[in-house]
Protein backbone atom coordinates (compact mmCIF):
# COMPACT_ATOMS: atom_id res chain seq x y z
CA UNK A 1 0.00 0.00 0.00
CA UNK A 2 2.84 2.38 -0.27
CA UNK A 3 1.62 3.36 -3.63
CA UNK A 4 -1.83 4.62 -2.15
CA UNK A 5 -1.96 8.43 -0.79
CA UNK A 6 -4.76 9.33 1.77
CA UNK A 7 -5.76 13.38 0.48
CA UNK A 8 -8.13 15.27 3.38
CA UNK A 9 -9.73 18.05 1.48
CA UNK A 10 -9.89 20.74 4.76
CA UNK A 11 -11.62 23.95 4.99
CA UNK A 12 -12.01 25.73 8.35
CA UNK A 13 -12.61 21.90 9.80
CA UNK A 14 -10.44 21.44 12.53
CA UNK A 15 -12.78 19.74 14.46
CA UNK A 16 -13.48 17.26 12.42
CA UNK A 17 -9.67 16.74 12.11
CA UNK A 18 -9.61 16.30 15.82
CA UNK A 19 -12.03 13.87 15.62
CA UNK A 20 -11.24 11.61 12.63
CA UNK A 21 -7.53 12.02 12.15
CA UNK A 22 -6.41 9.72 14.46
CA UNK A 23 -8.39 6.88 12.59
CA UNK A 24 -7.15 7.67 9.25
CA UNK A 25 -3.42 7.49 10.92
CA UNK A 26 -4.30 4.45 12.78
CA UNK A 27 -5.80 2.36 10.06
CA UNK A 28 -3.61 3.31 7.23
CA UNK A 29 -0.66 1.95 7.43
CA UNK A 30 2.06 2.11 4.98
CA UNK A 31 -0.13 4.46 3.29
CA UNK A 32 1.09 8.67 2.53
CA UNK A 33 -1.44 10.76 4.54
CA UNK A 34 -2.08 14.19 3.32
CA UNK A 35 -3.90 17.03 4.17
CA UNK A 36 -5.19 19.66 1.39
CA UNK A 37 -6.27 23.03 3.09
CA UNK A 38 -8.16 25.15 0.91
CA UNK A 39 -7.03 28.37 2.99
CA UNK A 40 -8.82 27.55 6.20
CA UNK A 41 -9.25 30.30 8.78
CA UNK A 42 -9.52 28.12 11.39
CA UNK A 43 -5.98 27.29 12.31
CA UNK A 44 -6.63 23.79 11.13
CA UNK A 45 -2.59 24.20 9.06
CA UNK A 46 -1.54 25.14 12.64
CA UNK A 47 -3.19 21.70 15.07
CA UNK A 48 -2.22 19.15 12.41
CA UNK A 49 1.43 20.73 11.93
CA UNK A 50 1.82 20.04 15.76
CA UNK A 51 -0.52 17.22 16.48
CA UNK A 52 0.32 14.97 13.50
CA UNK A 53 4.09 16.22 12.30
CA UNK A 54 4.04 13.09 9.95
CA UNK A 55 1.59 14.07 7.60
CA UNK A 56 1.97 15.91 5.05
CA UNK A 57 -0.14 19.47 4.44
CA UNK A 58 -0.64 20.92 1.16
CA UNK A 59 -1.62 24.35 1.39
CA UNK A 60 -3.93 26.27 -1.21
CA UNK A 61 -3.92 29.53 -1.57
CA UNK A 62 -7.84 30.17 -1.60
CA UNK A 63 -11.11 28.27 -0.77
CA UNK A 64 -11.21 26.49 -3.85
CA UNK A 65 -14.18 24.14 -2.95
CA UNK A 66 -13.83 20.43 -3.73
CA UNK A 67 -12.68 20.62 -7.65
CA UNK A 68 -10.21 22.74 -8.07
CA UNK A 69 -9.04 22.07 -4.36
CA UNK A 70 -8.38 18.73 -5.48
CA UNK A 71 -7.09 19.60 -8.86
CA UNK A 72 -4.31 22.03 -7.06
CA UNK A 73 -3.58 19.32 -4.23
CA UNK A 74 -3.21 16.20 -6.51
CA UNK A 75 -0.43 17.88 -9.02
CA UNK A 76 1.80 17.37 -5.54
CA UNK A 77 1.37 14.06 -4.69
CA UNK A 78 3.05 11.50 -5.90
CA UNK A 79 1.32 8.19 -5.44
CA UNK A 80 -0.01 5.85 -7.86
CA UNK A 81 -3.56 5.84 -6.13
CA UNK A 82 -5.03 8.87 -4.74
CA UNK A 83 -7.93 8.17 -1.93
CA UNK A 84 -10.18 11.30 -2.21
CA UNK A 85 -11.43 11.15 1.73
CA UNK A 86 -13.72 14.05 3.20
CA UNK A 87 -12.99 15.26 6.18
CA UNK A 88 -15.76 13.86 8.02
CA UNK A 89 -15.23 10.44 7.13
CA UNK A 90 -14.51 7.56 9.75
CA UNK A 91 -12.11 4.87 8.74
CA UNK A 92 -12.12 1.30 9.98
CA UNK A 93 -9.68 -1.13 10.83
CA UNK A 94 -8.03 -2.88 7.10
CA UNK A 95 -9.95 -0.55 4.93
CA UNK A 96 -7.09 0.10 2.49
CA UNK A 97 -6.51 -3.99 2.09
CA UNK A 98 -9.61 -4.75 -0.19
CA UNK A 99 -9.03 -1.62 -2.39
CA UNK A 100 -5.30 -2.53 -2.79
CA UNK A 101 -6.19 -6.00 -3.60
CA UNK A 102 -8.61 -5.41 -6.11
CA UNK A 103 -6.96 -2.36 -7.69
CA UNK A 104 -3.79 -5.39 -8.05
CA UNK A 105 -6.41 -7.92 -9.22
CA UNK A 106 -8.19 -5.92 -11.84
CA UNK A 107 -5.62 -3.62 -13.72
CA UNK A 108 -9.01 -2.50 -16.02
CA UNK A 109 -10.52 -0.95 -12.57
CA UNK A 110 -10.02 2.46 -12.44
CA UNK A 111 -12.25 3.87 -9.66
CA UNK A 112 -13.30 2.23 -6.63
CA UNK A 113 -15.77 3.32 -3.74
CA UNK A 114 -15.86 1.55 -0.10
CA UNK A 115 -19.45 0.94 1.56
CA UNK A 116 -20.35 3.86 3.13
CA UNK A 117 -22.60 4.02 6.07
CA UNK A 118 -23.93 6.30 8.45
CA UNK A 119 -21.79 7.58 10.88
CA UNK A 120 -24.60 8.34 13.25
CA UNK A 121 -27.00 5.26 12.63
CA UNK A 122 -24.02 2.59 11.74
CA UNK A 123 -26.32 0.32 10.49
CA UNK A 124 -27.68 2.11 7.72
CA UNK A 125 -26.38 3.40 4.86
CA UNK A 126 -25.24 6.70 4.28
CA UNK A 127 -26.83 9.09 1.67
CA UNK A 128 -23.61 10.12 -0.12
CA UNK A 129 -22.81 7.24 -2.29
CA UNK A 130 -23.60 4.22 0.24
CA UNK A 131 -23.32 0.98 -1.81
CA UNK A 132 -22.05 2.75 -5.20
CA UNK A 133 -23.93 5.24 -7.62
CA UNK A 134 -26.00 4.89 -10.84
CA UNK A 135 -28.15 7.03 -12.87
CA UNK A 136 -31.87 6.79 -13.92
CA UNK A 137 -32.35 7.13 -17.92
CA UNK A 138 -32.85 11.15 -16.72
CA UNK A 139 -29.65 11.43 -15.19
CA UNK A 140 -31.26 11.23 -11.07
CA UNK A 141 -28.47 9.87 -9.48
CA UNK A 142 -29.27 7.07 -6.75
CA UNK A 143 -27.47 4.27 -5.26
CA UNK A 144 -27.33 0.51 -3.80
CA UNK A 145 -28.93 1.40 -0.37
CA UNK A 146 -30.46 5.02 -1.08
CA UNK A 147 -33.11 5.94 -3.57
CA UNK A 148 -34.22 10.06 -3.03
CA UNK A 149 -34.75 9.89 0.95
CA UNK A 150 -35.26 6.61 1.80
CA UNK A 151 -32.01 4.63 3.18
CA UNK A 152 -31.45 0.96 3.48
CA UNK A 153 -30.04 -0.96 6.74
CA UNK A 154 -26.71 -2.37 5.66
CA UNK A 155 -27.35 -6.50 6.14
CA UNK A 156 -25.06 -7.83 4.40
CA UNK A 157 -27.09 -7.71 1.18
CA UNK A 158 -24.42 -5.25 -0.72
CA UNK A 159 -21.02 -7.23 0.63
CA UNK A 160 -19.95 -7.94 -2.77
CA UNK A 161 -17.32 -6.73 -5.49
CA UNK A 162 -19.22 -5.20 -8.69
CA UNK A 163 -19.26 -2.81 -11.95
CA UNK A 164 -21.29 0.56 -10.54
CA UNK A 165 -21.90 3.72 -12.92
CA UNK A 166 -20.35 6.49 -10.20
CA UNK A 167 -18.32 6.46 -6.51
CA UNK A 168 -19.20 9.05 -4.07
CA UNK A 169 -16.80 11.81 -3.26
CA UNK A 170 -17.23 11.47 -0.16
CA UNK A 171 -14.68 8.65 -0.36
CA UNK A 172 -13.70 7.27 -3.63
CA UNK A 173 -10.33 5.49 -4.99
CA UNK A 174 -8.66 6.72 -8.49
CA UNK A 175 -5.57 5.36 -10.11
CA UNK A 176 -3.30 8.53 -10.61
CA UNK A 177 -2.66 8.88 -14.53
CA UNK A 178 -6.89 7.62 -15.21
CA UNK A 179 -7.17 11.25 -13.07
CA UNK A 180 -5.14 12.89 -15.46
CA UNK A 181 -6.28 11.05 -18.17
CA UNK A 182 -9.61 12.75 -17.73
CA UNK A 183 -8.03 16.20 -16.46
CA UNK A 184 -8.88 16.16 -13.23
CA UNK A 185 -12.32 17.48 -11.66
CA UNK A 186 -14.25 19.96 -13.83
CA UNK A 187 -13.64 22.98 -11.43
CA UNK A 188 -16.50 24.74 -12.65
CA UNK A 189 -18.60 22.92 -10.98
CA UNK A 190 -16.98 23.94 -7.93
CA UNK A 191 -18.38 21.46 -5.09
CA UNK A 192 -21.29 18.55 -5.65
CA UNK A 193 -21.41 16.09 -7.87
CA UNK A 194 -17.92 16.42 -9.65
CA UNK A 195 -17.40 13.35 -8.83
CA UNK A 196 -20.67 11.82 -10.97
CA UNK A 197 -19.02 14.31 -13.89
CA UNK A 198 -15.78 12.33 -13.29
CA UNK A 199 -16.82 8.55 -13.31
CA UNK A 200 -19.20 9.63 -16.60
CA UNK A 201 -16.32 10.55 -18.31
CA UNK A 202 -14.66 7.87 -16.71
CA UNK A 203 -17.08 5.52 -18.22
CA UNK A 204 -17.14 7.12 -21.87
CA UNK A 205 -13.65 6.23 -22.14
CA UNK A 206 -13.96 2.56 -21.53
CA UNK A 207 -13.02 2.70 -17.57
CA UNK A 208 -14.06 0.13 -14.54
CA UNK A 209 -15.62 1.80 -11.92
CA UNK A 210 -16.22 -0.63 -8.84
CA UNK A 211 -17.56 -1.41 -5.27
CA UNK A 212 -16.04 -3.09 -2.94
CA UNK A 213 -18.02 -4.01 -0.40
CA UNK A 214 -15.32 -5.68 2.50
CA UNK A 215 -14.18 -2.19 2.81
CA UNK A 216 -16.21 0.28 5.05
CA UNK A 217 -16.31 3.52 6.54
CA UNK A 218 -18.36 5.96 8.64
CA UNK A 219 -19.90 9.17 6.97
CA UNK A 220 -21.07 12.32 8.83
CA UNK A 221 -22.72 14.11 5.75
CA UNK A 222 -23.54 17.78 4.98
CA UNK A 223 -20.60 18.60 7.83
CA UNK A 224 -19.33 21.20 5.09
CA UNK A 225 -22.81 22.28 3.57
CA UNK A 226 -26.18 21.34 5.23
CA UNK A 227 -29.39 19.76 3.63
CA UNK A 228 -30.67 22.98 4.57
CA UNK A 229 -28.35 25.30 3.08
CA UNK A 230 -30.18 26.81 -0.41
CA UNK A 231 -26.68 27.09 -1.65
CA UNK A 232 -26.42 23.07 -1.36
CA UNK A 233 -29.95 23.43 -3.48
CA UNK A 234 -28.46 25.17 -6.01
CA UNK A 235 -24.87 23.35 -6.85
CA UNK A 236 -27.18 20.24 -7.06
CA UNK A 237 -29.24 21.77 -9.86
CA UNK A 238 -26.88 23.55 -11.52
CA UNK A 239 -24.59 21.04 -11.62
CA UNK A 240 -26.85 18.13 -12.59
CA UNK A 241 -27.61 20.32 -15.51
CA UNK A 242 -24.65 20.87 -16.90
CA UNK A 243 -23.19 17.53 -15.73
CA UNK A 244 -26.09 16.13 -18.39
CA UNK A 245 -24.60 18.69 -21.23
CA UNK A 246 -21.27 16.98 -20.72
CA UNK A 247 -22.12 13.99 -21.22
CA UNK A 248 -25.66 12.80 -22.20
CA UNK A 249 -25.62 11.00 -25.45
CA UNK A 250 -26.00 13.21 -28.78
CA UNK A 251 -29.46 11.91 -29.60
CA UNK A 252 -30.68 12.01 -25.60
CA UNK A 253 -29.36 15.39 -24.64
CA UNK A 254 -32.25 17.45 -25.91
CA UNK A 255 -35.01 15.14 -24.77
CA UNK A 256 -33.29 14.07 -21.67
CA UNK A 257 -33.07 18.04 -20.55
CA UNK A 258 -35.98 19.24 -21.48
CA UNK A 259 -37.29 16.81 -19.36
CA UNK A 260 -35.36 17.12 -16.38
CA UNK A 261 -36.38 20.69 -16.64
CA UNK A 262 -39.72 19.85 -16.67
CA UNK A 263 -38.78 17.96 -13.40
CA UNK A 264 -36.80 21.08 -11.79
CA UNK A 265 -40.07 23.15 -12.18
CA UNK A 266 -41.86 20.31 -10.07
CA UNK A 267 -39.63 20.15 -7.88
CA UNK A 268 -40.22 24.62 -7.90
CA UNK A 269 -43.61 24.11 -7.09
CA UNK A 270 -42.56 22.12 -3.79
CA UNK A 271 -40.35 24.41 -2.75
CA UNK A 272 -43.72 27.16 -2.78
CA UNK A 273 -46.01 24.52 -1.12
CA UNK A 274 -43.11 23.87 1.63
CA UNK A 275 -42.61 27.61 2.41
CA UNK A 276 -38.74 27.06 1.38
CA UNK A 277 -38.78 30.20 -0.95
CA UNK A 278 -34.75 30.40 -0.62
CA UNK A 279 -34.73 26.93 -2.08
CA UNK A 280 -36.83 28.14 -4.79
CA UNK A 281 -34.45 30.94 -5.27
CA UNK A 282 -31.87 28.77 -5.39
CA UNK A 283 -33.39 26.49 -8.34
CA UNK A 284 -33.82 29.41 -10.44
CA UNK A 285 -30.58 30.98 -10.13
CA UNK A 286 -29.27 27.60 -10.74
CA UNK A 287 -31.29 27.56 -14.14
CA UNK A 288 -29.58 30.87 -15.13
CA UNK A 289 -26.14 30.08 -14.28
CA UNK A 290 -26.99 27.10 -16.76
CA UNK A 291 -28.32 28.89 -19.38
CA UNK A 292 -25.51 31.33 -19.21
CA UNK A 293 -22.97 28.73 -19.72
CA UNK A 294 -24.49 26.61 -21.61
CA UNK A 295 -21.88 26.43 -24.97
CA UNK A 296 -19.43 26.76 -23.07
CA UNK A 297 -20.10 23.38 -21.54
CA UNK A 298 -21.63 21.76 -24.97
CA UNK A 299 -17.71 22.69 -25.71
CA UNK A 300 -17.07 20.39 -23.04
CA UNK A 301 -18.23 17.54 -24.73
CA UNK A 302 -16.41 14.63 -25.81
CA UNK A 303 -16.65 12.49 -29.22
CA UNK A 304 -17.50 9.61 -27.45
CA UNK A 305 -20.94 8.91 -25.45
CA UNK A 306 -22.42 5.70 -24.67
CA UNK A 307 -26.19 5.13 -24.86
CA UNK A 308 -26.45 2.55 -22.22
CA UNK A 309 -25.64 5.23 -18.92
CA UNK A 310 -28.37 4.59 -17.49
CA UNK A 311 -29.61 1.14 -14.92
CA UNK A 312 -33.22 2.13 -14.56
CA UNK A 313 -35.50 3.94 -16.78
CA UNK A 314 -37.29 6.31 -14.08
CA UNK A 315 -36.58 6.07 -10.26
CA UNK A 316 -39.02 9.50 -9.82
CA UNK A 317 -42.22 7.37 -11.73
CA UNK A 318 -40.48 4.17 -9.29
CA UNK A 319 -40.46 6.19 -5.87
CA UNK A 320 -43.00 7.89 -6.12
CA UNK A 321 -45.28 6.31 -8.35
CA UNK A 322 -45.04 2.64 -8.10
CA UNK A 323 -44.33 2.82 -4.64
CA UNK A 324 -40.78 1.28 -5.10
CA UNK A 325 -38.17 2.53 -2.40
CA UNK A 326 -35.07 0.56 -1.87
CA UNK A 327 -32.48 -0.18 -4.85
CA UNK A 328 -33.30 -4.04 -5.22
CA UNK A 329 -36.95 -3.57 -6.57
CA UNK A 330 -36.58 0.30 -8.11
CA UNK A 331 -34.63 -1.61 -11.52
Known sequence: MNNIAVVILNWNGKKLLEEFLPFVIKYSENAAIYVADNASTDESVTYVKSAFPQIKIIENTGNYGYAK????????????????????????????????????????????????????????????????????????????????????????????????????????????????????????????????????????????????????VYHVGGATLKNTNPKKTFLNFRNSLW???????????????????????????????????????AVLKAHFYFYTLLFKFLNKRESKQYKNYYKAKSIVYDYFVSGKKNFNNSL
Open 69 to 216: GYNEALKQVDEEIYALVNSDIEVTENWLLPIAGLFEKDPETAIIQPKILDYYNRETFEYAGAAGGFLDKYGFPYCRGRVFETLEKDNGQYNDETEIFWASGACFFIRKNVFWELGGLDEDFFAHQEEIDLCWRAFNKNHKIKFCGSSY
Open 243 to 281: MMTKNLPKGKLIPVLFIRLFFDGIAGLRFIFQGKFAHLW
